[in-house]
Nanobody, 120 residues
């Protein structure tokens, strides 16, 4: 069984920074990619950023230039550095890890989420 444990959320003023961390524990698979999704109040869950095991990244346009994703394969950990935070970044941030099953299917693991609130 895989557990994804997030940390680093909290309350920050507009323009501030936070760094989220997510570590996978338990039975560790070779994940195809790991990343972060978020769900704001009254909104659908959306992709924020993802990184493949090879280091390629995918960043949502809404956070491009402000957020950076990085990973440490040896530690099974992914980080999300969030700078120049805006009130619209307020959301629960969820860690995701995707395991490739075969050529046609994959399985997603999810963390419980960490709250990020951007407010003055």
């Amino acid at each position: 069984q895989v557990q994804l444990v997030e940390s680093g959320g909290g309350l920050v003023q507009p323009g501030g920074s936070l760094r989220l961390s997510c570590t996978a524990s338990g039975i560790i698979f070779s994940f195809e990619n790991m990343g972060w999704y978020r769900q704001g109040p009254g909104k659908q869950r959306e992709l924020v950023a993802a990184i493949t095991s090879g280091g390629s990244t995918n960043i949502a346009d809404s956070v491009k230039g402000r957020f950076t994703i990085s990973g440490d394969n040896a530690k099974n950990t992914v980080y999300l550095q969030m700078n120049s935070l805006k009130p619209e970044d307020t959301a629960v941030y969820y860690c995701n890890a995707r395991r490739r099953i075969d050529a046609l299917s994959s399985f997603d693991y999810w963390g419980l989420g960490t709250q990020v609130t951007v407010s003055s």
